[in-house]
Structure formats: structure tokens, C-alpha cells
């Protein structure tokens, strides 16, 4: 089992960013799948979930500026992001929902003038 995560990188406040995540090893549409991320110092936070069916749902401080979408085809989680503000400075990290699977790299998002 593999999870990928890219599209990370450096903009400015209120910029977007859409990550990816690509699994592999076992069929992402069945699994309740997330988004997490990690500021340094901090533990490790659930960002948003979609359930197998595309349900989502999302953690307070994103919610009404991220989405959360599933590619089935082609077992990719996205997490697109708008309004970005200095505290969604992280390291983004996709995983099942609660996480089964050895985490991935991550993808950077640095959010900053």
C-alpha cells in the first residue's frame, strides 16, 4: 500500500492550492478516506473526510474554504483549497478515515506573504 500526496507549495494569504493524493494497494473507494495535516509542534490534525458513498465533512476552521473530492478511476483524493490563511501552514497528509495505512511523504503548505 502506497498513499502519494503532491500540489503542496508556497502562496500568499487568500491563494488556493489543490493537492492530490494517489493510492495504491487497495481501492480508495471503498475506505472512508481524509485529509490531515501537521504544523510543526503540533499533532497531527483530520482536516476532512469524504465516506465511501462522498459524503464529507470537514473540521471547523476550513470549513466553507476546502473541498474534499474522490477520483475513483483513478484512486485519487483531492483537497482543494481556497482562502488560505497562515495557519493552514502545514504538512498535508492523505490516509483512510480512521487511518490504516503506513503515511505517505506529506505535501508542504506554506502560506505566506
Known amino acids: 500500500v502506497q498513499l502519494v500526496e503532491s500540489g503542496g507549495g508556497l502562496v500568499q494569504p487568500g491563494g488556493s492550492l489543490r493537492l492530490s493524493c494517489t493510492a495504491s494497494?487497495?481501492?480508495?473507494?471503498?475506505?472512508?478516506m481524509a485529509w490531515y495535516r501537521q504544523a510543526p509542534g503540533k499533532q497531527r490534525e483530520l482536516v476532512a473526510t469524504?465516506?465511501?458513498?462522498?459524503?464529507?465533512n470537514y473540521v471547523d476552521s476550513v470549513k466553507g474554504r476546502f473541498t474534499i473530492s474522490r477520483d475513483n478511476a483513478k484512486n485519487t483524493v483531492y483537497l482543494q483549497m481556497n482562502s488560505l490563511k497562515s495557519e493552514d501552514s502545514a504538512v498535508y497528509y492523505c490516509?483512510?478515515?480512521?487511518?490504516?495505512?503506513?503515511w505517505g511523504q506529506g505535501t508542504q503548505v506554506t502560506i505566506s506573504s
Open positions: 490516509n483512510t478515515n480512521p487511518y490504516l495505512f503506513t
Open positions: 494497494g487497495f481501492t480508495s473507494s471503498f475506505f472512508a
Open positions: 469524504s465516506t465511501s458513498g462522498a459524503t464529507t
